[in-house]
């Protein structure tokens, strides 16, 4: 760790040329009158109206630092944070009860925690809220709207009850047989009916002959008088319940037993066909309608047309007294609402539901072949040198009225510039070593493709012999051009305090692997010398690695001005590549224990090629060590259904909502009407995510745990008309937790940034579709069921349960039947997409280990992570040696002091290139006039270090590797020899602070 400690920064600068190593070497050419000069490569950032990002008023980015001192009194009022906001008020009024003090007493102490704290259980009500109206529309809203009450009809299947002309009663079976074992028996031909008021009035007309209708034991003269018999009416369940003896009949039931409706009542012609026979009386209208109405169920209008029935009321109301059976089951006006909402809502879930899964197997069947397909014929955007226009050119020699020999598109080709970013923390050396090869061996042209690996910190790894900077030198060839070991260098780190300054060592060598030799970019963030002693120097977090290379190429390509540590990797990587930054397009992100297939990059630049519109995409992630666990068991079919069901549904809309950290690419820049616009590298982007000033639990679940996620909604939120898509032909094998504790630490990182990130993606308006088929209601559905998954697996096992015991009493609900069923098809739907796909049939197996976790993912892991809303550690998930509990805790982006932003310069790239220019000419000068001075000290003059170093540059010592003719920018002797170099020397350098 000790050789990567920065010395203290000198008050003059010294450039590395000691020993004879010239650190910047630049051709020999004959220097001509030309003036140093360079254009920002994009000029027209392709910009849309955003929607604000949450709670932001106190954001602030590296990319708004300004070089030089800032106080005190300066660092407390930029930004300050408004305390009478509606969500600050909101979360103290819902914590009012548990004040400052008291949170003292539990060890949540400052100002921060304590609004998190809050701010967290808010959150939590929130949720609870949600859970709530979850569970009571699923269990108390039917009951509520549609009571078992006093006045609800007897079933017709209750136990122990016997049917006697539409009215239940308790059998007796003291009166016989026929009254054992009876459940809804219809008696009625065993007694005498009582007389019809209605039909008294037709005894005078022959006309309606089914008002004298006698039953058999009428006719036999042995019918049982009702009244005495000592049947009593059901007025009571077994359960207790009151009901009315009127019997109700459903219209299946109606069916089965070949009644018919008129109005509400049910009636059984049965009597009437067995007296009269199935032959119809011969000029009898009635019998003619009452033959007709037989033969249909639901007889009320039929019998409202025919004038024997209209005309006369009597007749129509002694054919409904005389023949009645009961009543139909009709439900009430809440139950009638009650069961609508339930289907609406089942309706939309199923239909979302359904669409996902038509949408990506279309997807997997029509779609993903053809992303990938190899270009037939392509117009390469990749030089901007090749443009007609001024403004287009990348290094530009103004005045020039010379045509530059420069690399055109076919130059290019369909092998665009990528850089393939690895950022390691604190990984071993066997999944070091694994990503590296594996991105070496990819089927893609090595001087086409520049590793960019970025060590967080000066970090060792539990259990790892050596440091992960040791670590990776020692499988890297470095380049003796700059040494083997370069000098730190500032930037502006993503930090809060005196954190904000960083300092970092790059190293340029090449990666060797089965006969490929990737050219290799290092860079180790060391730190300032006042942190050497802490137990992570130089550690800022992933997010902070990935800013080094996205604010890099924001400088590069808009020529804005850059840190120190921008303008070393610009030589660097100009020497390593034989061409300028700018000429890279395309940046794939992998983690440090990832594993890429060889087909992958090729596949990924494939769909780059195939359609312009596309600024990120990602491939399918799958698990390496399947069955090192249960607990790798159990996340192999959540890894697969996340890809080919989610991303497969969003890829057809070109709106992926998260592209993994671990295996994503991104588009630098692209080509829109002749002109190149930063799409990764869009100052709107990367100053939203350079954000340091991070003090509301939202921002820090966003830039903290979830900065993966984050980046992605940033991409869908500045580029509302380009797309994120999903790649399933380029595979990638990570290693994922084996252990419970690691993988509830991940979880709850994933589970609380998927919230916040859908919390914003929810308020950007200008997401494809409209109203319910859109992506927006998409976001919103996935947002709430993410916050209701523990109720949902409560409510299924609640549901399932009674069910049960409901089928077992013949006593189901169809309503509860209904949520049943759209919880169950939410459940196992996701194997159809397996079925489907026709692909790893072996995944039905991991479904089954999947369905039977499902406690685990929708319960455990979810209650745990909102309860942990207000921690921003990694957990368990990264450990180092040496880091103690708070350290781990607090993590990188620890307050300390304050920062002073004379420390890193921000210059433009002539200026840092005419002041080192002129360094060495002042250099070969003073090693004219004294050819014999000694190498200085390291505490002697700068201009001692330049003479030393031009000395070697005379005698030979040093060839600098040839470059394309645009690249070389030289300035004139009359610049070189200027009276006021010294001056331009220090502003030009001023904050630059080298260190041996």
């Known amino acids: 760790m000790s050789s990567y400690a920065p010395t203290p920064p000198t008050d003059t600068v010294r450039l590395d040329v000691s020993e004879g190593i010239d650190p910047y070497p630049f051709p020999r050419r004959t220097m001509t009158r030309r003036t140093l000069g360079r254009k920002g490569t994009l000029v027209r950032p392709e910009r849309y109206v955003n929607s604000p990002l949450l709670r932001t008023q106190t954001m602030r980015s590296t990319r708004r630092m300004l070089a030089g001192p800032a106080g005190p009194e300066a660092s407390a009022n930029i930004f300050a944070k408004s305390e009478f906001d509606t969500w600050t008020i909101f979360s103290k ?30 959150l939590c009500w929130i949720i609870v809220i949600l859970c709530a109206f979850v569970v009571f529309f699923i269990v108390a809203l039917n009951p509520l709207l549609c009571p078992t009450n006093t006045g609800a009809p007897v079933p017709i299947d209750a136990a122990g009850g016997v049917i006697v002309f539409g009215t239940m009663y308790r059998a007796n079976p003291a009166l016989g047989p026929e009254f054992t074992n009876t459940r809804g028996s219809d008696l009625s031909d065993l007694f005498e009916q009582p007389p019809v008021a209605a039909c008294q009035q037709l005894l005078n007309s022959t006309k309606y002959q089914f008002a004298f209708v006698q039953s058999p034991c009428q006719q036999a003269g042995n019918c049982r008088q009702l009244a005495g018999s000592g049947l009593k009416p059901f007025d009571r369940l077994d359960g207790g319940e009151s009901v009315d003896p009127l019997v109700a009949y459903t219209w299946d039931e109606i069916e089965a037993r070949g009644y018919v409706v008129v109005k509400d009542s049910v009636l059984n012609l049965k009597p009437y ?66 069961y609508l909402f339930s289907i609406i809502v089942a309706v939309i879930v199923l239909g979302v539901l359904l669409s996902r899964f038509v949408m990506a197997v279309i997807f997997d069947w029509f779609i993903s072949h053809r992303l990938a397909r190899t270009p037939n014929q392509f117009e390469s955007p990749a030089s901007v040198g090749y443009a007609k226009r001024s403004n287009d050119t990348e290094l530009t020699y103004i005045n020039d009225r010379k045509k530059m020999d420069i690399m055109n598109p076919n130059d290019i080709g369909l092998d665009l510039y990528t850089v393939l970013l690895v950022t390691c923390y604190s990984e071993g050396e066997a999944s070091l070593r694994t990503t590296m090869e594996s991105m070496a061996a990819t089927d893609y042209t090595d001087s086409r493709k520049l590793l960019f690996i970025i060590a967080d910190g000066l970090i060792t790894g539990k259990g790892n012999p050596k440091s992960t900077p040791d670590l990776l030198l020692d499988m890297i060839e470095i380049d003796q051009t700059f040494g083997d070991n370069p000098k730190p260098y500032s930037y502006i780190a993503v930090a809060s305090g005196s954190k904000q300054h960083n300092m970092a060592r790059v190293y340029v060598g090449h990666f060797s692997h089965a006969g490929h030799r990737v ?72 983690d440090a224990d990832t594993k890429v297939a060889p087909n992958s990059l090729r596949l990924m630049i494939n769909a780059m090629h195939n359609d312009q519109l596309i600024m990120g995409l990602c491939g399918e992630t799958r698990i390496a060590n399947k069955t090192q666990s249960w607990v790798t068991m159990i996340q192999v079919f959540e890894y697969y259904i996340s890809h080919h069901l989610g ?63 984050f980046l992605t909604t940033l991409m869908l939120r500045t580029f509302t008309n380009r797309k994120m898509v999903f790649i399933p032909r380029a595979v990638c094998k ?157 993590g990188h982006g620890d307050e300390g002091g304050i920062f002073d932003g004379s420390k890193v310069s921000l210059k433009r790239w002539e200026e840092y290139e005419r002041a080192w220019r002129r360094n060495v000419a002042k250099g070969k000068q003073m090693a004219e006039y004294h050819p014999r ?15 030393a170093g031009q000395t070697y540059y005379a005698e030979g010592r040093y060839s600098p590797p040839s470059r394309p003719q645009q690249l070389v920018h030289q300035i004139s002797n009359s610049e070189v020899s200027s009276s006021d170099g010294g001056s331009m020397y220090h502003d030009s350098y001023q904050g630059l602070n080298p260190v041996k």
Not at 282 to 295: C, E, F, G, M, W
Not at 671 to 679: A, G, L, T, Y
Request: proline share 6%.
């Open 93 to 122: 009024m819902v914590t009012c009860c548990f004040p400052a003090f008291c949170l003292n007493c539990c060890n949540i102490k400052g100002a921060g925690p304590q609004q998190a704290w809050r701010e967290k259980v808010a």
């Open 273 to 338: 066909f067995d007296h009269f026979g199935r032959q119809p009386l011969p000029n009898d209208p009635v019998d003619a309608a009452l033959r007709k109405i037989s033969k249909r169920r639901e007889a009320t209008r039929v019998l409202n047309n025919r004038p024997e029935f209209a005309m006369n009321r009597e007749a129509f109301d002694c054919l409904v007294d005389k023949y009645v059976a009961g009543q139909i089951a009709a439900q009430d006006a809440s139950c009638i609402i009650s």
């Open 519 to 590: 050219p290799t970019i290092l860079v180790i963030k060391c730190g300032t010398p006042e942190e050497a002693s802490e137990a992570k120097p130089g550690n800022r977090g992933k997010r902070d690695s990935q800013l080094i290379l996205m604010n890099f190429f924001t400088r590069v390509l808009l020529n804005d001005r850059m840190t120190p540590l921008d303008f070393d990797l610009f030589r660097k990587v100009h020497h390593l590549m034989d061409v300028t930054p700018d000429f890279f397009e395309i940046v794939l992100m992998v």
């Open 647 to 709: 991303k497969a549904f969003e890829s057809v809309f070109g709106g992926v909502t998260c592209l993994p950290g671990c295996f994503c690419m991104y588009r630098i820049k692209a080509r829109k009407d002749r002109e190149w616009v930063p799409i990764l590298a869009n100052p709107d982007i990367v100053e939203t995510y350079s954000t340091n000033e991070v003090d509301t639990l939202h921002q820090k679940n966003l830039l903290l745990l979830g900065e993966d996620r």
């Open 734 to 890: 990570t290693v994922v937790p084996d252990d419970f504790a690691t993988l509830l630490s991940q979880r709850r990182r994933w589970i609380n940034s998927t919230i916040h990130n859908l919390m914003e993606l929810v308020l950007v308006n200008n997401l494809c579709g409209t109203f319910c088929f859109s992506m927006q209601f998409i976001v919103l559905l996935d947002l709430i069921s993410t916050a209701v998954l523990p109720a949902s697996i409560l409510t299924t096992i609640y549901l399932i349960i009674s069910a049960i015991i409901a089928n077992v009493n013949k006593d189901a609900d169809p309503g509860q039947w209904l949520n049943i069923g759209t919880l169950l098809f939410v459940i196992f739907f996701p194997s159809l997409i397996v079925v489907l796909s026709f692909r790893r049939w072996q995944y039905i197996m991991w479904m089954g280990v999947y369905i039977l976790a499902l406690p685990i993912w929708n319960f455990v892991l979810p209650v745990y992570a909102f309860w942990h809303f207000d921690d921003f550690s990694w957990g368990a998930t990264r450990q180092v040696t040496g880091a103690s509990g708070a350290s781990e805790k607090n």
């Open 933 to 947: 001075t000694p190498s200085p000290s390291p505490t002697e003059s700068s201009h001692a270090d330049l003479l």
